[in-house]
C-alpha cells in the first residue's frame, strides 16, 4: 500500500520560493570544504570531479550505475538517526546539486603512493587485483565504504558490496583473495581469539603480539582517512548549526529546488505539477543521459525528515518514499529476525527482491499522499507511469505483516544473477481456509510480461476454493499458459522464455507451499525427488593457484610473480589514461555523428537546429578532410551501410554541448534493404572474397570408411570487448610543419599514426602516437580505434586547437564492432570406438560492413579440429558482408569460434554413441609428432599431459559419480561436468606482422629507459619486459623504467595483438640490451669489481653510445593457402579444463561450481601476470559462452548499449572453486626465456562450462525421456538452458511459426 498526499488540498501556494538567484552549494571533498556559488543542476559529481577538481582517480566506465568505475564514497548526517552515514555511490548518477553538506572520499583521499597507500589500496594492488586498473579505483571505494562502515565483514557482505561493480580483466578472484584478508573468514580475530588475544599469535601464545586486526582497523580509520573531514563536517556542528535550509540552484535548463519541509515540497509540487521528484536519480539521470530529456524543475526532497521516516505500525511496517532500499533493507531484515516467521513472509519476499536489486551503490540512494492507493495492478498505468496524479507526491509505503496462514513468495528471473533487470518477476501469496488445504484467497503478480506489473486474475479465480495438488496445478498451468500470452513481436523478445517462466515459477511457488504446508497441516506424502528450489549457493568462493618456483639467482626476477609495476598507482587512481591527461587551456570537445539506418543513401544534412545549440565551434564531415577518406569514416558519400556509420562530428567547446548539437542534427535518409544476419547473407550469397578452404586427407574415403555420420549446425554469438575505459583520443596540433600529437587508448599505434597521416594529407614523420596505457583493449582497440583518432585528428587540424573524445558507452558499443558471430555446419564421420575419421565443416562469420580484422576466419579454420587428429577434413571460411557495424578483432581472433564448433560434433558423436564425450575426447586427441590439417607436425606437445593433470586434479571421476546421483535424486536441478582441451597457434596469420623493434637507453647515472612495440592494456606487458631487461642486463628492475609506447621512439610496429608481444618485444628488448651490454664488457673487464653505475659513466666517458636499437622476427614460419604448406605458427600453447555447473531446469539459471585449469605456459616470465591472464581469459570466454547477448533488431539496430542491457561476466559468476595450474617443467624453445604467449589461448577453455551445462541439460532432457544430440547455440543463456530443458511447462508454451511475426530481435 502507498500513501500519496495531494497538493491540490493544501491551502496557500504562493509563499513557496524559486529565487531568481542560486544558492551557495557546499560540501567537502577529501576533507576539503567546497563552495559552488554556481552549481549547475545537470552536472554530475562525476564530471565536477574530473573536470573541475582534477581528481581523474574516479573513472568513467558508462555513466549509467552499471559498472562501478565511478564509486566516491558519501558521508551525510541523517537527521532522523543524528549519526554520519557512510555509503559507496555512483559519481556518474550523483547530481552535484544532491550534496549539499554532504562529504565525498575520492580513492586519492584515501591514500596515495607518494604519502602511503591505504590497506585497502595496497591489498588489491599486492594480490594482483589490478590489471588494467581501470575498474580498481571503484573497488577500491566499494571496499573502503564496506569497511568505513564495518571493520570486520563476512565474506557475503563483500560479495554484496561488489555486486555493483565490474571488472572485464581479472576474473575478479584476485580481488576476493585479496579483500578476503579483510573479512571474519579470511582475516584475522580482531583480537577476539584465545584469551582475547589475537589468532594469528604463535602457538606458544607470542606475548605482546599486536592484534593484526586491530591494527588495520586503527588504520583504516585512522588520520590520513577521516581526520581533515571532521572539523568541517562533524555531526555537532551539522545537527545544530547548519540546519539543512532549502536551497536553490539554477542551470542553463534546469533549476533544482531542494525544500527543507513537507510542506514546502508540496507547495513547490503544487507551483510546478510537471516538476520531476528526483531521490537517487538513477532511474532519471539516465533519461537524461541516454533519452535527452531536459526537466525544467527538479524538485529533491531528500531533506525532508518525515519522507526518510520508518514507523512501525501495527499491522507492518511505513517506510518514507525518500527511505532508500539500502536501509529498507536493513529495517526488514531486523522484522524478520525479531518477529514471528508467519509475520514477515511478505518482507521475506521483498528481502529476496532487494538482494538481487542493482548493486548495492544504487540501493544506498535508490527508494521506493495522503490518499491510500493499493499497490496492486491499478497503481502502474504504463511503463514507468503510476497512478499518481501531477501534483501529487509518495509520502510512503506500506509493507504489511503476512497473516498465520498466508504463504509468500518472490521470484526475479534475469540474464545474470547480480545487478540486472528481470524478464520475469513474480509475487504470489496464497491464503487458506485454517487447518485445511483449500485455497481461500490467491494473488498471482508478474512483472515483465506487459508494460505493467499484471495479475493472473482469471487464473488465480479459478483456483479458489481448490485444494493445493496435482489437479490444481494442471489446472493452473493450462488456464495460465492462456491468460499470461505475450505476442510473438513483444519487445524485450524471449517470448517463449518468458511465458514459460511464468509456469515454472508459479510451479515453483506450488512446491514451496506444498513443503510449508506438510510441515503445518501434515497432509501430503513425501515427494518422490528432492525439491531443491533455488540455486543461490552461498559458499565463499575458493582458490588454488600452482605454480612452479624458477631456480634460478636471487637476484633475477624472471619467473618470479612480481606484481604489475602499475598496480599501486593504479590503486590510488594516479595512474594516468588518457583521459585523464589534463585539459588544455584552449582544448575542444568532438561528438560524432552518426547513422540511424543500417543501409540507406543520405538525401540531405540539415545542421540549422544544431548550429543554434550553445557552444558549437563548427561542423566536419567528408569535404573537411584534407587527406584521404579511405579509411572509410567520414565518407559523406551516397550511403551509409550500417547504424553507428560515422557521418560527421560536432566540435564544441564542452562534452555535453558537442553531444546535444551532434544529436541535434537531422539526417534525411532513402533506405535501402539491409543484409542483417548470416543466414540472409548465405540467402543473398554476400560475401567477401576470398572464401578460404584447408583439406586434408581423401574426404570421401573417410566418409566411406565411416561407422557413422551425423551432421549438425551451431550458431556463436558474437561479443562486445567492454574494456572499462572506451575509445578515446586527443589530438594536439603542433603549430608547425603539419605535425600533430595524439594521445589514443589504441594497441595499434603505428597503424593510428598512418591513417591519421593519410586522412590529414602529411607524411607520417609528422605524425606522432602515444600511449601510455589502457583500461583494457581486448582486440577492440586494434583497428576499431582509428575511427575515432582520423576524426579527431582531422578536427583539431582544421581548428589548429586540441580536441578530445571519449566515446560513451553506448556511442561505443554501437559504433565500434565486437567479436564476430559464427554459424558452423558440420557433417562428421566416425567408428564405433568414437574416432573421428572425416570432418566437413564449414563457417561463416558476420563480418559486418567493412572487411576491417575478418582475417579471423582463418584463424577459426587453423583451428577447426581443437586438438583431435581427424585424417580426412574439409573445412571451408565465408565472410558474411552484412550491414552491422564491422566486426574485428577479439582475443582468440576467431580460433574460439573455431573451436567451439569442434566440440559441438565431438559432443554430438559421443551422445550419438552413448559414450561419455571426456572418452571420445581423450581418444582422439592429438599425441606427438600428429600433423594438423595444415600440414605442422605437432613436435613439443603436451596436450596429454595437460589432460590428465586436469583429470587428476580436478577429481574428475569422483564427481561424476556424485553427479550422476545428484542428478537421480533432484528432477528440477542437475548437474553437469565437461573437460575441454586446447591447443592455441601463436603467430600473426599475417606473416610480416610477425616482427617488432625495441629501444633501450641508459643514462649516466645508470638509469635504463625502455621503448618497445607493445603497448600497455593490462596485460602485465610492460612488467614482463622489465624483467627480460634485468635478467639481461644483470641489474634490478627498480633502475629500469618504461614510460609510454609512442612511435618516435620505435617506428613500424604490430598492433600489442596474437598473443605474441612477450615473444617479439622481449625478444626485440632481448637483442638490444646484449647489444648495450657488448659495448660494457671492456668497461666490466677492466673494472671487474666496479658497480653498474662505474661501467655505464666509464663508457659514456670513453664516448661510447649508450643507446641501442633492437630488433626481432619470428623465423621460420610463414604459411600458403594455396598449397597448403608452409609453417603457419611457431608454436602452440596447450590447456585443458574440467567445470562442473549446477543448473536450475525450470529457469535457466546455472551456478559455476567450479573449475580446473591446467594451462601451459612453457617456463612462466611472471606467474602471477601469466595466472591472472588464464583466470581473465577464461571469465572472459565464460562471458562468451554463458552470458553475454547483443541484441540487433531486424533492422540492424544494436539494442544492448551499456551494461544495463549487456551483462558480462560479475563477481557472483566465478566457480565456486577454481584452481589454476600451471604446467610444470615444460620449456618452450621457441619464445624468450623458454616462455609461451599466454593472453588468448585459455579464453576457449570457457567452452567447458557450456559443455558442463549442456551435459546437465541432457539430464533435465532424459527426465521427459528425450535422448541424443541435441542444438544448444552459444551463449547458453538462461533462456536457452529452459527452453532445451523440454518438459511438460515448455510444451504448454510453444514458439509461434517463424516467418508469420517481425521478432524484436534477431540472431546475426
Ligand atoms: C544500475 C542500475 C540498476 C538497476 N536495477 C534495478 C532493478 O534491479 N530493479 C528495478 O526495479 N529497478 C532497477 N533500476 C532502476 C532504478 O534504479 C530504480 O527503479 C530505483 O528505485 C529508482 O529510484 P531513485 O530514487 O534513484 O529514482 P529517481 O531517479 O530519483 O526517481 C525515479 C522516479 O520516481 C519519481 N519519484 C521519486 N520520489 C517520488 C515521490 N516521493 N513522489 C512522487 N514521485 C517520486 C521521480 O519523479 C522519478 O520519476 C536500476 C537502475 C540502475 C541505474
Ligand atoms: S561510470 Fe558510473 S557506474 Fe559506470
Ligand atoms: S583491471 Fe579491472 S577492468 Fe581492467
Known sequence: MERAQETGNMGDRTGTKTRSGSDELIFFVNGKKIVEKNADPEMTLLTYLRRKLGLTGTKLGCAEGGCGACTVMLSRYQTHTKQLLHYASNACLAPLCSLHLVAV??????????????????????????????????????????LRNNPTPMMADMEEAFQGNLCRCTGYRPILEGYKTFTVEGGCCGGRGQKNGCCMSNVNGAQNVICCAIDMYNELISHIVFVPLLPLYSTQTLSKDRKPHSLCFHGERMTWLQPDSLDEFLNLKWKHPDARVVVGNTEVGQSVKFKNMVYPVILAPTFIPELSA???????????????????????????????????????????????????????????????IQMDDGFFTGYRRTALQPQQILLSIHIPYSKKVEFVSAYKQSPRREDDISIVTAAMSVTFTPGTDVVENLRLSFGGMAPTTVLAKKTANRLIGRPWGEELLEEACNSMAEEMSLDPSVPGGMVTYRRTLTLSLFYKFYLTVLQKLRLQVCLFPIIRFKQQLSLYHPETPSSVQIYQVQQSNQDDVVGRPIMHLSAMKQATGEAVYCDDVPLYENELYLSLITSSKAHARILSIDTSGAERCPGVVCFLFADDIPGSNTAGSLKFDETVTCVGHIIGAVVAKTQLQAQRAAKAVRIEYEERQPVITIQEAIATQSFYQPIRTIQ????????????????????????????????????????????????????????????????????????????????????????RTTLLSTVVAVAANKLKRPVRCMLDRDEDMLITGGRHPFYGKYKVGFLNSGRVVALDVTYYGNAGNSMDLSQIVERALFHMENSYRVPNIRGRGFLCRTNLPSNTAFRGFGGPQGMMVAENWMTDVAQSLGKSPEEVRRLNLYMKGDSTPFNQVLDQITLDRCWDECMSRSGYQQRRIAIDLYNRQNRWTKRGIAVVPTKFGISFTALFLNQAGALVHIYTDGSVLLTHGGTEMGQGLHTKMVQVASRVLGIPSSKIHISETSTNTVPNTSATAASASSDL?????????????KRLEPFKAKNPNGTWEDWVKAAYFDRVSLSANGFYKTPDIGYDFETNSGRAFSYFSYGV???????????????????TIVMDVGNSLNPAIDIGQVEGAFMQGLGLFTLEELHYSPQGVLLTRGPGSYKIPAFGDIPTQLTVSLLRDAPNDKAIFASKAVGEPPLFLASSVFYAIKDAISAARAESGITGPFRLD?????????????????KLCPLAEAGTFIPWSVQV
Open 105 to 146: 572520499t575520492t580513492v586519492e583521499g584515501i591514500g596515495s603512493v607518494a604519502r602511503k597507500l591505504h590497506p585497502v589500496q595496497e591489498r588489491i594492488a599486492k594480490a594482483h587485483g589490478s590489471q588494467c586498473g581501470f575498474c580498481t579505483p571503484g573497488i577500491v571505494m566499494s571496499m573502503y565504504a564496506l
Open 310 to 372: 520508518v514507523t512501525h505500525a501495527e499491522d507492518g511496517i511505513v517506510f518514507g518514499a525518500a527511505c532508500t532500499l539500502s536501509h529498507m533493507a536493513v529495517v526488514l531484515r531486523q522484522a524478520v529476525e525479531s518477529l514471528p516467521p508467519h509475520k514477515t513472509e511478505v518482507f521475506l519476499a521483498v528481502l529476496e527482491q532487494l538482494r538481487w536489486f542493482a548493486g548495492v551503490q544504487i540501493r544506498n540512494v535508490a527508494v521506493n499522499g495522503s490518499r491510500e
Open 696 to 783: 586434408k586427407g581423401d574426404l570421401e574415403l573417410g566418409f566411406k570408411h565411416a561407422d557413422h555420420i551425423l551432421e549438425g549446425e551451431m550458431h556463436i554469438g558474437g561479443q562486445e570487448h567492454f574494456y572499462l575505459e572506451t575509445n578515446v583520443t586527443l589530438a594536439v596540433p603542433r603549430g608547425e610543419d603539419g605535425e600533430m600529437e595524439l594521445f589514443v587508448s589504441t594497441q595499434a599505434p603505428t597503424h593510428t599514426q598512418s591513417l591519421v597521416a593519410m586522412a590529414l594529407g602529411v607524411p607520417a614523420n609528422r605524425v606522432v602516437v602515444r600511449v601510455k596505457r589502457m583500461g583494457g583493449g581486448f582486440g577492440g582497440k586494434e583497428s
Open 1065 to 1077: 618485444n622481449g625478444a626485440a628488448l632481448k637483442n638490444a640490451c646484449e647489444i648495450l651490454l
Open 1137 to 1155: 579444463a574440467c567445470s562442473e555447473v549446477e543448473i536450475d531446469c525450470l529457469t535457466g539459471s546455472h551456478k559455476n561450481l567450479s573449475t
Open 1274 to 1290: 552459444s551463449p547458453a543463456s538462461a533462456e536457452r538452458i529452459r527452453n532445451a530443458c523440454s518438459d511438460r511447462f515448455t
